[in-house]
C-alpha cells in the first residue's frame, strides 16, 4: 500500500520569492513515481514534475525543482522566483507500477505582490 | 489537439437515477482512470484499466462501475447515485501503465446528487 503525506494546507509567498512544498510518502514499491500537479481556480489538473524511483539526480522543469531525497521518503516541490499565476492548489501523488495512483491532500499556495 | 474529454462538465441529478459520465482519449494511451476530488482529501482513484477489456478497482470504487470496451473510452456509471458521490470527478490517461509516465487529466465533472 502506498501513502502520501502534505502537512501544509496553505501557504503565502511573496512574489519573487521562492517555496517549498513538503510532500512524503510510504510505499513498499521498489519502482515508483512521484509526480506534482497544479491546480488553478479553475480546476483543471496541470502536470508540473516527475520524478522516477531509480533516478539519481532530481528533476527540474523550468522553474519547478524536485528535492527528492530517497531515504528521507521526501519528494518537495521548489518553485523558484514565484509569480501571482502561481496561485493554486498543488497536489503530490505517487504511482506504483501496477495502475494505482495516490494523491496527497494539497498544499494551498497564495503569491502576494 | 491531445486532450482527454469528459462530459458533462456539470450534472445535478437525484437519488437513484442513473448516470453515466463519459470519458474519452485521443492519445491512443493504453492506461486510463477515474478519481474524485473531496475538499481535504485530495484526489483519490475510483477504477483504473491498464489496457482494452482490463480494469481494476482503485481506493474508493464502491457505488461505481467502469467499463473498457475501446481503447480510447473509459466511461463512469453510477447505477444508483446516493449524495455522498456528489464530487468533482476527472478522468487520466498516460502512454503506458506504471510509474515512470505523466497523466493527462480531463477538464473534471462536478456530480451534485440531490
Known amino acids: 500500500a502506498q501513502k502520501i503525506t502534505q502537512t501544509q494546507p496553505g501557504m503565502f509567498v511573496q512574489e519573487k520569492e521562492a517555496v517549498t512544498l513538503d510532500c512524503t510518502y510510504d510505499t513498499s514499491d521498489p519502482s515508483y513515481g512521484l509526480f506534482w500537479y497544479k491546480q488553478p481556480s479553475s480546476g483543471e489538473m496541470i502536470f508540473l514534475i516527475y520524478q522516477g524511483s531509480y533516478d539519481q539526480q532530481n528533476a527540474t522543469e523550468g522553474r519547478y525543482s524536485l528535492n527528492f531525497q530517497k531515504a528521507r521518503k521526501s519528494a518537495n516541490l521548489v518553485i523558484s522566483a514565484s509569480q501571482l499565476g502561481d496561485s493554486a492548489m498543488y497536489f503530490c501523488?505517487?504511482?506504483?507500477?501496477?495502475?494505482?495512483?495516490?494523491f496527497g491532500a494539497g498544499t494551498q499556495v497564495v503569491v502576494t505582490p | 489537439e491531445a486532450q482527454v474529454t469528459q462530459n458533462p462538465r456539470y450534472l445535478i441529478t437525484v437519488t437513484g437515477k442513473k448516470l453515466t459520465v463519459t470519458c474519452s482519449q485521443n492519445?491512443?494511451?493504453?492506461?486510463m482512470s477515474w478519481y474524485r476530488q473531496d475538499p481535504g482529501l485530495g484526489l483519490r482513484q475510483i477504477y483504473y484499466?491498464?489496457?482494452?477489456?482490463?480494469?481494476d478497482k482503485g481506493d474508493v470504487p464502491e457505488g461505481y462501475k467502469v467499463s473498457r470496451k475501446e481503447k480510447r473510452n473509459f466511461p463512469l456509471i453510477l447505477e444508483s447515485p446516493s449524495p455522498n458521490q456528489t464530487s468533482l470527478y476527472f478522468c487520466?490517461?498516460?502512454?503506458?501503465?506504471?510509474?515512470?509516465?505523466?497523466?493527462?487529466f480531463g477538464q473534471g465533472t462536478r456530480l451534485t446528487v440531490v
Open positions: 487520466a490517461s498516460s502512454l503506458v501503465p506504471g510509474p515512470h509516465t505523466e497523466a493527462f
Open positions: 484499466s491498464m489496457n482494452v477489456e482490463v480494469t
Open positions: 501523488a505517487i504511482g506504483d507500477g501496477w495502475g494505482k495512483f495516490q
Open positions: 492519445m491512443n494511451h493504453e492506461y
